[in-house]
């Protein structure tokens, strides 16, 4: 059921739309929906409208996208509860996310079919504004390989199944959207080649596969990597790898964690380099331990212990972020020094694009949804607003 929202007007800021960067623009949003952009000399027929006038200076950009993230403020897509999700979509907009992938990890079968049938129950009845929302599941795991294992409990990986990916898709009603996969492995092209011929995203992570045969991987479908440079074979002179085939083969683009820990300032600036704004995506991968203290959290039945930004296993093994994607955005354009428009492109468009959304999502335009979020002037969310509905305003001081 949809409530009634008052239609909202932006104005007096900059809009970034996806034609043109307009300097003093407004934003007319109705019935979920943008119905107008323009300058603000062209602006008539305000009265119906609740009129939001904010400085000059900010800045009106898409929603973000997520599509990597297991959990946020003390919840997790494991937990298979409508309670974690709730949490989910009402904390992420905080930092600008409007839609995202709820990510799954590898478990015991039993505990990822709960939590893929909770996503899928849950999407059939979220939200209709004002929380982000679930445009379905990313399942990182059970197919994936254990020589790059990372945060993935060895236990419970399997080699590729597709009778039993079947199953899933099956019982999610079609809302496994992208799956995480070592291509190497028995079964992985098989699977690909199903995936593709499904329309739903290939991607190549937990990997060691070898630079030819991430070629075998494209040419039967994948068109995706999961978290460029972690937990998968890099760079090297004889061997390219998994890293060199994403910088060199354009079929392909790359999630990446920008914050610092999980990929160095530099090599996010060399990944950028090579790829391009049209070549990657900007995620988060992050765990239940995102918005809350230092101390110890569970991830997939293992211990986290999350200290000073970083979230490890006792091993000291990278166990998911605790990044938020506006903080992503922020570290992009510090990292590369790319333009806001290309941080918009990795943060919104690309993943908008790959998830078969554009039409609705990722950008402002007329028509599409109402996912807007307002940056102040350092780049920090201010606003965030998921379906025409004010989702988020940053307390001022």
Known sequence: MIKHVNPILLKGIRVYSEKEMIKNGFIKIKDQKIIEIGSIDALIDEDEFEVIELPAYYKAIPGFIDVHIHGVNGADTMDATKEALDTMVTALPKEGTTSFLATTMTQ????????????????????????AEILGLHLEGPFVNAKRAGAQPIQ????????????WQTMTNGNIKLVTLAPERPGGLEMIRYLKENGIIASIGHSDATYEEVGEAIEAGANHVTHLFNQMRGLHH???????????????????????VHVRPEMVELAYKQKQSDGLILITDSMRAK??????????????????????????????????????VKNIVNYTGCSLENAIEMASVNPAKQLNVFERKGSLAEGKDGDIVILDKNLEVFMTFCRGELAFKKEEN
């Open 108 to 131: 015991e079968g039993k505990q990822i079919e709960n939590a893929l049938k909770n996503v899928a129950q849950y999407i059939e009845k979220q939200p209709s504004q004002g929380k």
């Open 156 to 167: 419970h990986i399997v080699d590729p199944d597709l009778a039993l990916f079947k199953e």
């Open 238 to 260: 004889r061997e390219p790898g998994v890293v060199g085939a994403a910088f060199l083969r354009d079929e392909l683009i790359a999630e990446i964690i920008v914050d610092g």
């Open 291 to 328: 918005c809350m203290k230092n101390g110890k959290y569970d991830l997939g039945g293992q211990e986290v212990t999350v200290q000073d930004g970083k979230a490890v296993l006792a091993d000291g093994t990278l166990a998911g972020s605790i990044l938020r994607l506006g903080q992503a």
